[in-house]
């Protein structure tokens, strides 16, 4: 449609009406963007700029909605001194490098074998998106069940003989974090799937051509032009796992609560969750809520600088 | 002229966005407004289901309005529930009152998260009319929100004859005794005896026979002898989940033991910091205890509790440091010692899956010769079904409706009443089981763990997390424990973990307590 | 030689494809095929079909997944509707018109796209307290409509790149700021919004931590929440609770192939948010 044919892109254009206007109805229409934009940034500061400042400061306080008491650096103190703390962000680091390896690794397969299968493509889209429209609450609650003493792994185990495999997944702090990461096994259907396949798809056929005239096999094709073309999704994409698992802690929670034992799952989402819900002590969940956002904030700018460095030497 | 259209365009498409939001919603986010969720029809028509009151008023107030109950499940549910007479009191006293409706709205999730949805909505003020609950904590009972009852219990309670609405509550009040903080009467029971927080072990006769184990055990030692042969038979002896939504049992089984260790400390703490010496510590006298470092983790209880858990830990049945699977491993003759509370019998009672024969037991002392102490919440036979009034409810106006609910389903009538409803009848603590069910052997080999040792002046002093910090936080204490017991922290890091938790825990309840003066300790 | 060789390697990919489909599919299989089992079923036979066929587990799960799923619903079409109607308007606004301190606000939505909602868990958690609105719908659909940094980015440049003679006509006819976006933005930014939305509904419908911090009652809870505590606390039949999660995952499934396009290209926008 008229989309397509879109004249370049330059300064947006200004109404006409706008330029004959005296003064007064120059603010009238200056105040008429800034009502239009009103309720978008009610909520934003409502819901993001105020609860931002709101966490930081309290951040600094015993808080348990009843009363708020300074108690300055405690918290903090408090969250340092606490090995779970530690515990908590090694685990993470762990669900992050992990999954930083299944980004790169798993959806990519899925997605380039889907770009090069020739019957069926469109039905094997459908298919490797339809498990993401299953909510993750119950992609994560029928997992609990396969990890359970009597579920679908130890069933599983058992069929084939390897009876002493068994154990309560969950149960076992050798084995909990794993299962966690272990969720949604093989990963190729999701978010990540769908990025590399548009990206994929995006590709010129012309490229790819050149490159099979030259004869080269679809293996080398794959690696020595796909690859590199796709190299800025690549990025992107590791970037968002990074920010994602950061921060993520629905499946700790509702598998095992942290547990076993004070760190077997814990994240620090959960810590800081637990600490409202179990403890109702808000000044020590803003603590780490802060914390959060401090390193969230640097991996992001980080990211950006990165970026920024490749831009230029490229 | 265009001016104006534009302006008028603007308040239309701004209206879009907020009528979106008050039109379409509107009806659906106001609780009372929404009648199913409450799965409860309008009080007025279950009321000839539930039976005429059986006690009237001697007050000739007209009461009017409507009273919204919190509950700590959905008492309508399941008449086999013990609580489901609650509803019928209710319901009672609804009838009684036709300018009344009553409305429930259950709280649900796990313990701990139902004493989190109490305290939050407390403090934020958002609590229903009245609200109903199992095995209060003295961690959440909070003199500042709460109606203080002491003025009323002075007073007759209109649905009885006695001369105060304090005579009404049997056993000298005992019901009373764990809810009063700082004189004020805080909670009322509903219940009186046979505590339905009673906690015992249900046992499968057949497994038991199977493994050789003729006898149920009556010593510590016979008891682990007991799993020993129970394991050799290739059953799990014991269930204990330390995890999810039941891992509240192994809390109370962390507080049976080491209510067994401590007495000296007891002894210490009990009637300090102006508290009366009555065998129970309370949350003030805890948290003094802690800051004078007389309840600390060196101390030879801890660590004795903390070393038999491990000991014990060997006949946990598989899995127990995950929460547990569905599906109910006793039910299906897999384990052949469960730990239960009597509020959840009926589970048991039943379930038609259950061909096994089976019983319960208390757990013997760890000391040869000695009783163990009763646990449940509030022990003594007083009942652990609470209700209390928000201060929010009076600032309503409606403490008087409340109040009056209050006096009707604690008026002696209606204990009568509750009592002719139960699974098994009321009784005084001591009375053997033999009187209390009559005739009836199965029965009294099932219930014969709830009720038998006595509770009176037997039970645990509340010098433990669970009682001191509350059900939410004690999951903290789980979690210590399930790292020793898992092998990942070794005992001495577990009682630095532990301290930590007392000290942190402690330093928040004195911030939330100023009126204490602690820096005068 | 070369195009048999082209041929096995269809078949390779085909086969591996269909490996991976399989252990994708397989807990969403078994999750259907225990919902329909009894208690006895459940324990013997976990996996793979028997019979008969217990469908009584549906109208046991029914009841309690009912009330959920309609507050789910009514929370994500509410929000939804609210937040892209409050993000399509400001997008507008910011990629057409030019006004003191448009860079400057525009930056202001932008950084929102670096603040996950998460870490302001704690702080929102007590806002909503203050409001006593836990507990109530609200609690949900107020921050949900604060969803809109990622829809007005996208919609700006969707915006932006609209070439000027779509709008001089009206222009010169007088056309307001408002008609101008009523009568020719929104309807050729259909798709982009529809899209937009779709990606929101999917975003609160997984939703669970927030949810089980604010609407933990039952006059507020959502589905994924209800799923949780339908298995944990009522402890129902096993095979119930199972058929529980299929009901919980029904809703986005009919709107899946109901808008399947949309859908994917909703998701697809979405994704860079993450």
């Known amino acids: ?314 | 002229m265009k001016q104006s259209i534009a302006w008028r365009n603007l308040a239309l498409w701004l209206c879009i966005g907020v009528l979106a939001l008050t039109v379409s919603a509107c009806g659906m986010v106001t609780p009372p407004t929404e009648p199913p969720t409450n799965a409860e029809p309008p009080a007025t028509t279950e009321a000839a289901a539930a039976g005429a009151p059986v006690a009237t008023s001697s007050s000739d107030k007209v009461l009017s309005g409507e009273l919204v109950i919190n509950t700590w499940n959905d008492i309508t549910a399941d008449p086999a529930h013990p609580s489901y007479v609650l509803h019928e009191l209710i319901q009672q006293w609804a009838a009684s009152h036709p300018d009344v409706t009553v409305t429930y709205q259950p709280m649900l999730g796990t313990v701990p998260e139902r004493f989190g949805y109490i305290s939050t909505n407390l403090r934020s003020q958002t609590l229903a009319d009245v609200v109903m609950q199992y095995f209060p904590s003295p961690a959440q009972l909070d003199g500042d929100l709460q109606y203080d009852f002491s003025a009323d219990l002075d007073q007759p309670n209109p649905y009885s004859d006695n001369a105060t609405w304090r005579e009404d509550f049997p056993l000298n009040g005992v019901a009373l005794r764990d809810v009063t903080v700082d004189g004020k009467v805080l909670m009322v029971g509903s219940t009186y005896s046979g505590d339905l927080g009673d906690t015992a072990v249900l046992y499968n006769k057949d497994i038991l026979k199977q493994a050789g184990v003729e006898e149920l055990p009556r010593t510590w030692s016979e008891f682990y002898a007991a799993m020993d042969k129970i394991k050799a038979a290739g059953y799990e002896p014991f269930y204990m989940p330390t995890a999810g939504a039941d891992g509240y049992i192994f809390t109370w089984y962390t507080v049976l033991l080491s209510g067994q260790l401590m007495d000296d400390v007891v002894a210490q703490c009990d009637g300090q910091v102006g508290e009366e010496q009555d065998g129970v510590i309370s949350q003030k006298e805890a948290i003094w205890c802690i800051e004078k470092g007389y309840w600390n983790a060196r101390h030879p209880g801890v660590v004795q509790t903390f070393e038999e858990m491990k000991k014990w830990s060997q006949y946990f049945h598989e899995g127990y440091l995950a929460p547990s699977a569905p599906g109910n491993l006793f039910a299906q003759g897999k384990v052949a010692f469960l730990p239960t509370v009597r509020l959840t019998m009926a589970v048991y009672e039943n379930d038609p899956n259950l061909t096994f024969e089976w019983g319960s037991f208390y757990l013997p002392a760890l000391k040869d010769g000695e009783t163990s102490p009763r646990l449940g919440n509030s022990g003594a036979g007083q009942g652990s079904q609470y209700l209390f009034i928000p201060n929010t409810t009076v600032d309503k106006g409606k403490l008087d409706l409340a109040r009056d609910l209050l006096q009707y389903v604690t008026s002696p009538a209606a204990m009568e009443y509750w009592c002719a409803n139960q699974p098994i009848p009321c009784f005084a603590p001591g009375t053997p089981i033999e009187e209390i069910i009559p005739g009836d052997p199965v029965k009294q080999e099932r219930y014969r763990g709830f009720i038998e040792p006595p509770t009176i002046d037997n039970m645990v002093a509340r010098l433990d997390a669970n009682d001191v910090f509350g059900p939410a936080i004690v999951v903290q204490e789980n979690q210590i424990l399930q790292d020793y017991l898992a092998g990942n922290a070794d005992l001495e890091q577990t009682l630095d973990a532990y301290q930590a938790f007392l000290e942190q825990q402690a330093s928040n309840i004195l911030l939330q307590h100023p009126e204490w003066n602690a820096d005068s300790w | 030689m070369k195009r048999l060789h082209r041929r096995a390697g269809q078949w390779v990919i085909q086969l591996v494809l269909l490996m991976l489909a399989f252990i994708t599919f397989a807990p969403l299989v078994t999750l259907l095929s225990l919902s329909v089992k009894d208690i006895y079923q459940f324990n013997v036979a976990p996996m793979g079909l028997t019979f008969p066929m217990r469908f009584e587990n549906y109208t046991l799960a029914w009841k309690f997944m009912a009330e959920p799923i309609w507050h789910n619903i009514l929370v994500a079409t509410v929000a939804t509707l609210a937040s892209l109607s409050m993000a399509s308007i400001s997008a507008f606004v910011f990629a057409r018109f030019r006004f003191p301190g448009r860079d400057l606000l525009f930056f202001a939505i932008m950084i929102l796209l670096f603040i996950p909602n998460t870490v302001l868990l704690v702080p929102t958690y007590q806002l909503i307290i203050s409001f006593s609105l836990q507990n109530t719908l609200w609690a949900l659909i107020l921050p949900y409509c604060a969803l809109q940094a990622l829809a007005i980015v996208v919609l700006r440049t969707f915006f932006l790149e609209m070439p000027d003679e779509l709008f001089d006509a009206a222009i010169v006819d007088g056309a307001s700021v408002v008609q101008q976006f009523t009568a020719i933005a929104a309807p050729l930014a259909k798709p982009v919004i529809g899209a937009m939305a779709i990606f929101q509904v999917w975003v609160i419908w997984n939703d669970y931590a927030w949810p089980s911090l604010v609407a933990n009652a039952p006059q507020a809870r959502t589905a994924a929440l209800a799923l949780i505590v339908f298995n944990d606390f009522t402890m129902p039949a096993p095979g119930a609770g199972m058929a529980a999660g299929v009901l919980a995952a029904l809703p986005m499934l009919v709107l899946f192939f109901a808008t399947m396009r949309t859908f994917i290209a909703g998701l697809t926008a979405g994704a860079i948010k993450g």
Not at chain 1, 27 to 35: C, E, I, N, S, T
Not at chain 1, 144 to 160: A, K, P, T
Not at chain 1, 203 to 214: F, M, T, Y
């Open chain 1, 1 to 314: 449609m008229r989309q397509s044919e879109r004249s370049a892109v330059g300064e947006p254009s200004f109404p006409y009406g706008q330029r004959r206007a005296g003064i007064m109805q120059g603010v009238r229409r200056y105040g008429l963007f800034y009502l239009l934009l009103a309720p978008t940034f009610l909520f934003a500061i409502a819901f993001y700029y105020y609860p931002l400042l709101s966490g930081i400061y309290h951040s600094f306080t015993y808080w348990d909605i009843k009363r708020t008491v300074w108690v300055g650096l405690d918290n903090y103190a408090r969250l340092f001194a606490d090995p779970a703390t530690a515990a908590a962000w090694r685990n993470m680091a762990l669900i992050v490098g992990s999954q930083m390896i299944v980004v790169l690794t798993f959806p990519l397969l899925g997605a380039a074998l889907v770009h090069h299968v020739r019957r069926g493509q469109y039905w094997w889209r459908v298919a490797f998106v339809l498990p993401i429209v299953v909510p993750a609450t119950v992609i994560v609650f029928v997992w609990r069940w396969f990890y359970g003493v009597d579920g679908g792994i130890n069933y599983l185990l058992r069929l084939v003989g390897m009876e002493e495999l068994t154990r309560a997944w969950l149960g076992d702090p050798a084995t909990a974090l794993w299962a966690i990461i272990f969720v949604g096994f093989p990963w190729v259907a999701g978010l990540n799937f769908l990025i590399y396949l548009a990206a994929l798809q995006s590709i010129p056929e012309e490229v790819l051509d050149a490159a099979r005239v030259d004869g080269a096999t679809a293996l080398r094709t794959f690696f020595q032009i796909e690859l590199p073309m796709i190299r800025p999704q690549m990025s992107l994409l590791l970037m968002l796992t990074i920010i994602y698992y950061l921060r993520s802690f629905d499946a700790p929670l509702i598998m095992t609560n942290g547990g076993p034992g004070t760190t077997g799952t814990l994240v620090p989402g959960l810590q800081m969750y637990r600490s409202i819900r179990d403890e109702l002590d808000l000044g020590y969940g803003s603590a780490i809520g802060t914390l959060l956002f401090g390193v969230l904030l640097a991996v992001s700018l980080l990211n950006l600088a990165i970026r920024q460095r490749l831009e230029k030497t490229v």
